[in-house]
């Protein structure tokens, strides 16, 4: 060939967000790399435009603009390889080390690339071959994904009574606001009291006073959020999706589409409620096509904060990704005591990602120093810094509660509640690891904390040992005249790598 397409930078310019969108494409949807690779583009042909006036050749520009694009889009992910990596006690791993040695890789590639006599074009050739095939690889794993999934449509969908709820609703005398605010990783009293040697009962006692019903034997039914939330808020148990996608299945969609498009929304709508929808950053619960009302604070979502942590943005990440992340959820604590001024009744959805990691408060609600961002791993043996995360949240759910019940005319139904516990545990005890947990790590991760406000005399149908996938049976027995019958408080454990594995633990964690 005498002349070589100059696309190599184009396609460099998306393969990293499309090789880490195959590689997560159960977790995150597709319009969440669209405005990444748009920018990636957009910077690609702006490199090339500049560069290829400046070197008066596309070909040796197009060699740069990939140049850049690879290393720009390889440095989180060589950071990542080597940061425990040390020789005689000296530590490769770090920005101050990686960043110059990236600096003069490019600067030395630059200079070659301009001083070279020769055309190039055979070189630019093969980083044709090899984005095409970076790329169709990609595209590959992605449609193997999309083939194997299954919609709620395509599974069983287990009790068909929960599925005619709203039909099934009688003359309704409640008109007050229902919140349902998940508290993510948010365990109980006694957990925090054993593996963090933190007595949470200061808030306990505060939400007693306030009128809250707080289940001190509360389990999660799902060690993991995206199978707790589908149960929770469709009111069932969720074991079915493994027949349906397959027990070793890695694909989330059935569940997620539970999530987004639930039992408990769709018969709150059908009474005159309006959904309002508060953003979290995560999967299903980022954004939802049914909300009536959307709050959203904060950039980004989990999908961009993990590829700005693959690219050569790194160092910066703590600007880039903390601040942003923070903002997130100051806003939602914000907007949640701010939403009962909205006119009409209202189903208030917010999944806040605090306590969980990655940890950006201290417990006054000051930006943390030198904190690790990242979500799983051993950043859940940070025990000091997960204490600081229930202290701020302590903080900001008092005040929101204030708010809320001092603005609502209707008094209101709040469910606090957390989706699973911690992990502290799992970090420590490796050997056994998220495969293998002993009874200790299993109590752990499976008890919540989990609150009621009940209005009118609802507490007394609660009960200390209640699990999520009972928490709307009961709202709507009380407040809408329902008879649902109370199902099993069954916990379910399994790990990130075989989520639909299910064993029943609850005897260990009762």
Known sequence: MKKSLTLHPFLFAIAPILFLFSYNVGEVSFSDIVIPSLVSLGA??????????????????????????????????????ISDWRIAGFALGKNKYLFPLWGIIFIFGTYLIYRTKFTLRNLASLLNVMAVASVVISLFNVGVYSLGT????????????????????????????IYYIILDGYANAATLQREFNFDDQTFIDYLTQKGFYVASESRSNYALTFLSLASSLNMKFVNYLAEGVGGNSLDRKAAYDLITDNEVMKS????????????????????????????????????????????????????????????????AFEGLAEVSKIEGKKFVFAHINCPHPPYLFGANGEATSGALLAMSGDVWAQTQNYVNQVMFVNGKVEKMVDEILANSQVAPIIILQG????????????????????????????????????PNGGDSVLYPGITPVNTFRLVFNKYFNTDFELLDDISYYSSYEEPYVLKDVTAEVR
Do not use: C
Not at 154 to 176: L, M, P
Not at 428 to 453: T, V
């Open 268 to 331: 709150l709508k059908s009474h005159g409620y309006k959904f309002v929808h508060f953003s979290s950053g995560w999967g299903p619960t980022d954004k939802n096509r049914n909300a009536d009302v959307s709050f959203k604070s904060g950039a980004g979502n989990e999908f961009l904060m993990i590829l700005i942590q693959t690219t050569i943005l790194r160092p910066l990440e703590k600007y880039l990704v903390g601040d942003f992340a923070r903002k997130k959820i100051l806003g």
């Open 44 to 81: 690609a042909l702006v490199l090339l435009v500049l560069s290829g006036l400046i070197l008066k050749d596309f070909v040796k520009a197009g060699v740069f603009v990939s140049l850049a694009l690879i290393l720009f889009y390889s440095y989180g992910h060589v950071y990542g390889i």
């Open 150 to 177: 299954g919609t709620v449509s395509q599974v069983k969908t287990g009790d068909e009574r929960v599925e005619t709820a709203a039909d099934r609703t009688a003359a309704v005398s409640f008109d007050g606001d």
């Open 419 to 454: 989706d699973h516990g911690s992990a502290s545990l799992f970090s420590i005890n490796k050997e056994l690891g998220w495969e293998h947990p002993d009874e200790a790590m299993l109590e752990e991760r499976m008890r919540i904390f989990n609150a009621y406000y009940f």
